[in-house]
């Protein structure tokens, strides 16, 4: 990375988050949100399966968390665990200290300097595993071809969609 460049940007926008490629940086991210029951299917999931790992996590801006693991190799992800419970691989995380003035801080609750990043449990990576690959995120390129046809379902005015699908990918 150039250093000079950065410290450019980050006198030209103060205020710009911050965002991680996933995949690329060789990890997956659990992105609970409670605005859409993401609290409570990881509560029922952690119930019936056991406690996370120690491992790097983020309170969201939207009072969600970020939850991050190391990529396994040649694994199929499904895009979700449940309601409100997404997987990230393919696209990126913010990552504090970004913020945005609607919904808050994101701040490090395990920060990746003083917490290492963990292996996913067993069960973990069972529940997010595609059993199909129709229904799979890769780890790698998606086909322009299945890209399309995915965006093509996508109502061209709904915003809020076209922003879950683009945080999706």
Same mark, same amino acid.
């Given at each position: 990375?150039?250093?000079?460049?950065?410290?450019?940007?980050?006198?030209?926008?103060?205020?710009?988050?911050?965002?991680?490629?996933?995949?690329?940086?060789?990890?997956?991210?659990?992105?609970?949100?409670?605005?859409?029951?993401?609290? #409570?299917?990881?509560?029922? !999931? =952690?119930?019936?399966?056991?406690?996370?790992? $120690?491992?790097?996590?983020?309170?969201? *801006?939207?009072?969600?968390?970020?939850?991050?693991?190391?990529?396994?190799?040649?694994?199929?992800?499904?895009?979700?665990?449940?309601?409100?419970?997404?997987?990230?691989?393919?696209?990126?995380?913010?990552?504090?200290?970004?913020?945005?003035?609607?919904?808050?801080?994101?701040?490090?609750?395990?920060?990746?300097?003083?917490?290492?990043?963990? #292996?996913?449990?067993?069960? !973990? =990576?069972?529940?997010?595993?595609?059993?199909? $690959?129709?229904?799979?995120?890769?780890? *790698?390129?998606?086909?322009?071809?299945?890209?399309?046809?995915?965006?093509?379902?996508?109502?061209?005015?709904?915003?809020?969609?076209?922003?879950?699908?683009?945080?999706?990918?």
């Amino acid at each position: 990375t150039d250093q000079e460049q950065i410290a450019r940007w980050w006198t030209q926008w103060p205020n710009a988050s911050i965002g991680v490629a996933c995949r690329l940086s060789g990890f997956f991210c659990i992105d609970v949100d409670p605005r859409h029951g993401g609290d #409570v299917t990881l509560a029922r !999931l =952690l119930e019936e399966h056991g406690p996370l790992p $120690p491992t790097v996590e983020t309170a969201t *801006g939207g009072g969600g968390s970020h939850f991050y693991f190391r990529l396994p190799q040649d694994v199929q992800f499904k895009g979700s665990l449940g309601q409100g419970l997404d997987i990230k691989v393919n696209g990126y995380v913010i990552v504090p200290p970004s913020g945005h003035p609607s919904v808050g801080v994101y701040r490090w609750v395990h920060d990746p300097f003083a917490t290492a990043l963990a #292996v996913a449990p067993p069960w !973990l =990576l069972k529940l997010a595993t595609a059993s199909s $690959p129709r229904n799979a995120i890769r780890n *790698g390129a998606v086909e322009w071809k299945e890209l399309q046809d995915a965006l093509r379902c996508i109502p061209a005015m709904d915003h809020d969609i076209w922003l879950q699908v683009g945080m999706a990918v």
